[in-house]
T-cell receptor
Framework: EADIYQTPRYLVIGTGKKITLECSQTMGHDKMYWYQQDPGMELHLIHYSYGVNSTEKGDLSSESTVSRIRTEHFPLTLESARPSHTSQYLCASSAGLPHQPQHFGDGTRLSIL | GDSVTQMEGPVTLSEEAFLTINCTYT??????LFWYVQYPGEGLQLLLK?????DKGSNKGFEATYRKETTSFHLEKGSVQVSDSAVYFCALYSGGSNYKLTFGKGTLLTVNP
């Protein structure tokens, strides 16, 4: 089993609140990723990181921000949540070697009222 | 750019039926190919992979063969079980230092007893 953890698993919160979704991995992976999964199941990459102090925007524009201060930790923050942010957010990591797969957490299901 | 096209679902089968989920890809070079599975309420798990032409990936009774001539990586299982009900994603990695995967849109499989 992959050792990558996301908290909380579920979050229901009101509009305008600041939210941080946590993601941690114990595998020492350099590469980490955040995906947004819409109700139709499709995955959209919103952020990724090559390593500490390195973050990049993904293929889908997102109002969220990320940070990578420690190798094992890659939190995602929404400064002011809106109903359009309602979605499932999946975190993943990889060793960064060719042919190595990404390992996924169980996700955070976020609902903004 | 890279792309993955997989069979649209949902797919509904009876227990012990034969399963095929089609996946074709467009990529530069020689990509690695993956099938991921997402069970209800969970993140994605690697199901199988193939890293070069004619390789066959297999796991839990599922198989897929990397066909370069047809740019395909179809997923098959000879006899599905109710516990195989999940969303299946085909994905590829074609190189680059960020190790981003390109995913298909996912296929929902429901197996009835």
């Amino acid at each position: 089993e992959a050792d990558i953890y996301q908290t909380p698993r579920y979050l229901v919160i009101g509009t305008g609140k600041k939210i941080t979704l946590e993601c941690s991995q114990t595998m020492g992976h350099d590469k980490m990723y955040w995906y947004q999964q819409d109700p139709g199941m499709e995955l959209h990459l919103i952020h990724y990181s090559y390593g500490v102090n390195s973050t990049e925007k993904g293929d889908l524009s997102s109002e969220s921000t990320v940070s990578r201060i420690r190798t094992e930790h890659f939190p995602l923050t929404l400064e002011s949540a809106r109903p359009s942010h309602t979605s499932q957010y999946l975190c993943a990591s990889s060793a960064g070697l060719p042919h190595q797969p990404q390992h996924f957490g169980d996700g955070t299901r976020l609902s903004i009222l | 750019g890279d792309s993955v096209t997989q069979m649209e679902g949902p797919v509904t089968l009876s227990e012990e039926a034969f399963l095929t989920i089609n996946c074709t890809y467009t990529a530069t070079g020689y990509p690695s190919l993956f099938w991921y599975v997402q069970y209800p309420g969970e993140g994605l798990q690697l199901l199988l992979k193939a890293t070069k032409a004619d390789d066959k990936g297999s796991n839990k009774g599922f198989e897929a063969t990397y066909r370069k001539e047809t740019t395909s990586f179809h997923l098959e299982k000879g006899s599905v079980q109710v516990s195989d009900s999940a969303v299946y994603f085909c994905a590829l990695y074609s190189g680059g230092s960020n190790y981003k995967l390109t995913f298909g849109k996912g296929t929902l499989l429901t197996v009835n007893p």
